[in-house]
């Protein structure tokens, strides 16, 4: 697409994102296939397309509105229009930027604004979120419908293997996951023990900077990036071979660090040393898949049937689509059909809060499209999706990763 920008953009970090971004879109309309909020909201300006053209308004000097900034919120940033599109546009990128400069010019009301503080401070610090988890689950009983769903139930981690073997590898615990499932990192550190590889964590990290950054907040963003960047350096120079995520959400971020911190002289070249480290779980699974496949048990019977949700920041984000699928037959579980694969559950960090009403709608399909099959277990690869998913339904939620920990472990039937 021919583009002019506005001389304000000119020479500025968002203004060379969306110049290069804008001039790849060739406006075919292929990405509005497989946009969820296209599908529920049928209107164009809530699609890819609609949302690249409001965009390239504004950079071209048009004043946003309050109904820019709606269509440019109520994207899941699913990344889904990335995966489909032929002609290579980076829309995560454009969004970010676009998102930035409508921000500045139209800001938030007061109430959106508290709103959006609160989720922030209190989604990405683990001990405040800790104990506000402790109080709800409490108080559960108490609780009316519509919130006892969104807090879900104590869950014990299991045993965490003390560190035994010469291979390491470092995990992000994360914020909202050592509280909800603290299970999740101790299955994944088990199965690593299994392999030779002792799992270890560094309390000085602390979140990704999703929250932040999907937030609009970029400064906070970028500072939890640095503090983890700083905690993280000196286990790779002391040799440890990965950092491993087990949500894919904070994975897409982390491995993003490089170019988030591009422009800072201090940081750039560790960011993207960082980033380069950095695998999701099913990576660092899939590479010792021979060792794997003979510890499994020869027959996991009956199999159990499973119904794979691939998180949009596992199979759009960091386009590893169908390793876990595979990975997870050739150990001998059944997975069920499973309808729109590629469409988003709706959970999106915090888009469920924030757009409930097209997030319950999405989750609803997703579902329908995930019980088709009656399996008697959903699992997936981001705590976000876990949570969202589980709220509506009654069949179990579950990281594939404690899957396997119980397979490993003879613990399935
Ligand atoms: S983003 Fe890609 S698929 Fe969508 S209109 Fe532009 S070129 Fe076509
Ligand atoms: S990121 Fe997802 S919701 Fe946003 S425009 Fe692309 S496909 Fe649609």
């Not at 422009?263 to 940081?267: A, S």
């Given at each position: 697409m021919q583009t002019s920008l506005a001389s304000q953009y000119r020479n500025t970090p968002e203004g060379e994102v969306a110049e290069r971004v804008l001039r790849a879109c060739v406006h075919c309309g292929f990405c509005l296939a497989t946009c969820p909020t296209y599908q529920v909201l049928g209107s164009e300006l809530d699609s890819p397309r609609g949302r690249i053209y409001l965009m390239k308004q504004v950079f071209e000097g048009a004043t946003p509105t309050a109904k820019t900034q709606l269509h440019l919120d109520r994207c899941l940033t699913c990344r889904a229009c990335e995966t489909t599109c032929p002609s290579g546009v980076e829309y995560g990128r454009l969004l970010d930027a676009g998102r930035a400069v409508v921000e500045q010019a139209v800001g938030r009301s007061a109430g959106e604004a508290v709103k959006r503080s609160a989720l922030k401070r209190g989604l990405s610090n683990p001990a405040l979120f800790n104990t506000a988890l402790k109080l709800g689950q409490t108080a559960r009983g108490l609780l009316p419908g519509f919130l006892k769903d969104k807090v879900p139930a104590a869950d014990p981690a299991g045993t965490w293997p003390a560190p035994r073997h010469a291979r390491k590898m470092l995990v992000l615990e994360g914020c909202v996951q050592p509280a909800i499932k603290p299970g999740i990192n101790a299955a994944t550190a088990r199965v690593l023990d299994r392999l030779g590889v002792s799992l270890v964590a560094d309390a000085q990290a602390g979140c990704c900077g999703a929250l932040a950054h999907h937030l609009n907040d970029h400064s906070d963003a970028l500072a939890a990036m640095r503090r983890n960047i700083d905690a993280w350096l000196p286990h790779l120079d002391a040799g440890v071979e990965a950092i491993v995520m087990t949500a894919s959400g904070c994975g897409v971020m982390v491995k993003d660090y490089g170019w988030q911190l591009r422009?800072?002289?201090?940081?750039a070249e560790k960011a993207a040393r960082i980033a380069a480290a950095t695998k999701d779980i099913s990576e660092v699974l899939v590479a010792e898949r021979d060792v794997l496949l003979r510890l499994v048990p020869n027959a996991i019977s009956p199999a159990p049937r499973v119904a794979w949700h691939p998180p949009c920041t596992l199979q759009h984000g960091q386009q590893l689509g169908g390793d876990i699928e595979a990975l997870l037959v050739a150990c001998g579980f059944e997975l069920t059909p499973v309808a729109d694969k590629h469409l988003c559950c709706g959970s999106a960090g915090t888009y469920s809060i924030l757009q409930p009403e097209i997030a319950g709608e999405l989750k609803t399909r997703k579902l329908a499209s995930l019980a088709a099959g009656q399996p008697e277990v959903i699992a997936t690869a981001n705590i976000g999706c876990l949570t969202h998913l589980q709220s509506g339904s009654h069949v179990p939620v579950r990281h594939w990763v404690e899957l396997l920990d119980a397979a490993l472990a003879g613990q399935l039937n």
């Open positions: 422009h800072d002289p201090v940081y």
